[in-house]
């Protein structure tokens, strides 16, 4: 099993970035996806999530509006478009699978059964 996440980098305030994670090993139809990101000194946060038939999409309040999160099951990949980044995104930023059996647990780290390694996301001021 394995998820690897790339796209990440140095950007500017205002700057986009497009993460990509792509999953093999795993039936990744079965599975919903979502980004977390950790900031130093800081806990894991959920950042987005897309999962269930009808790709049901959760965005955090802080990312609502400038992040869209969009997979392709064929290609076993998720996408994180970002835009309109700020310092405040800096983090490294993790996809997660899961087998989610509540809404209410979507942030939840713990209830995801796969990571990926990471990718730095620095936006400069």
């Known amino acids: 099993v394995q998820l690897v996440e790339s796209g990440g980098g140095l950007v500017q305030t205002g700057g986009s970035l497009r993460l990509s994670c792509v999953g093999s090993?795993?039936?990744?139809?079965?599975?919903?996806i979502a980004w977390f990101r950790q900031a130093p000194g800081n806990d894991r946060e959920g950042v987005s999530y897309?999962?269930?038939?009808?790709?049901?999409?959760y965005y955090a309040d802080s990312v609502q509006g400038r992040f869209t999160i969009s997979s392709e099951n064929a290609k076993k990949t998720v996408y994180l478009q970002m835009n309109s980044l700020t310092p405040e995104d800096t983090a490294v930023y993790y996809c997660?699978?899961?087998?989610?059996?509540?809404?209410?647990?979507?942030?939840?780290?713990?209830?995801?059964?796969?990571w990926g390694q990471g990718t730095q996301v620095t936006v400069s001021s």
């Open positions: 997660a699978a899961g087998e989610i059996i509540s809404m209410n647990t979507i942030t939840w780290p713990e209830i995801y059964e796969y």
């Open positions: 090993g795993f039936s990744f139809d079965d599975y919903a």
């Open positions: 897309i999962g269930g038939s009808e790709k049901t999409t």
